[in-house]
């Protein structure tokens, strides 16, 4: 299967090319953290000479309890998103929620994002993919990888073949998830882009009653296997202080992990290049 090429603002992400990042906090907690952090990333990746493009959410809408922080109102995150999108010269992913949503979010975003619980809504695919923008589908915890095909259609009938796929683990009995390595080969063989989630991926959801817990220590052993596969991409989120985040903290990497985690990465990536006969472009 021929490997496609998807361009997300200055970053070209593909099967066969070398690794691209998507990275940031799980959500906004704040401007002034969040702007923090995002000039943290963003000194890391350009330091590395490596792609990054980076996460943003304004509304954590599936939270477990209804009482847990969910983020900023979409209009004020979206003009702060603006200004700090300019400023930093950074290229943006930032999360869908409703169909309503997606042509005011496609103004300030990059690249669209469907999480993963809402990855089998029509009306949602067909909005995030009428933009025209990149959509980024976290393939649902309940989905085979082969049923991924069914959302790639739908895409492709609005005539939109920018197409991202993410693996982030899959329902392992009650309160777990596994990753199935297979299933990274098998959303491959689809030809699109393939990114690995390696945060979302050692969630426990519910583990800790009200909110979701997690197995972060585990993220960066999953991402260096995935790289070994030669995805397209790898994502993660990141947090200054895991232990006081206000959203996915047991599975979050502390930001002053990232540098280090990153290099060790491509470096990775280039070996595995090497080994498929390809060259780093």
């Known amino acids: 299967m021929r490997q496609v090429s998807v361009k997300a ?17 799980c959500v906004i907690e704040s401007e002034k953290s969040y702007s ?8 890391v990746f350009s330091g590395l000479r490596t792609p990054f493009i ?7 809408a599936n939270r477990t309890s209804h ?5 900023l109102p979409m209009e004020t995150a979206l ?11 950074v290229d943006l992913i930032v999360d869908v929620h409703e169909p309503s949503q997606a042509a005011r979010v496609a103004q300030v975003a990059d690249v669209l994002q469907i999480p993963a619980f809402l990855c089998r809504q029509t009306d949602l695919i067909f909005a995030c993919a009428d933009t025209g923008l990149p959509v980024n589908v976290k393939k649902g915890q309940f989905l085979a990888p082969w049923d991924m095909g069914n959302i790639i259609s739908k895409i492709e009938s609005r005539g939109n073949r920018n197409i991202l796929l993410t693996e982030r683990g ?24 393939v990114i690995f989630d390696c945060t979302h991926s050692v969630q426990r959801p519910g583990a800790l009653g009200k909110a979701t817990g997690g197995d972060s220590e585990m993220a960066v052993p999953l991402a260096r296997a995935a790289a070994v596969l030669k995805v397209a991409g790898i994502f993660f989120e990141a947090h200054p202080d895991p232990a006081k ?7 979050s990497l502390r930001l002053d992990r990232v540098p280090s985690v990153v290099d060790a ?11 498929s006969g390809r060259k780093s472009k």
């Open 79 to 89: 003009n702060f998103l603006r200004e700090l999108k300019n400023r930093l010269k």
């Open 36 to 43: 923090a952090e995002a000039v943290k990333l963003k000194a």
């Open 170 to 193: 899959t329902s392992f009995g009650y309160g777990d998830l596994v990753v199935d390595m297979r299933g990274i080969e098998r959303m491959k063989a689809f030809g699109y882009p």
């Open 67 to 71: 009482s847990s922080f969910r983020g």
């Open 9 to 25: 603002g200055s970053a070209v992400l593909s099967n066969d090319r070398p690794l691209v990042y998507i990275a940031g906090p």
């Open 54 to 60: 980076l996460k943003a959410s304004f509304d954590k």
């Open 245 to 251: 985040a206000l959203s996915d903290g047991p599975n």
């Open 265 to 275: 990465l491509n470096r990775i990536d280039r070996l595995a290049m090497t080994l």
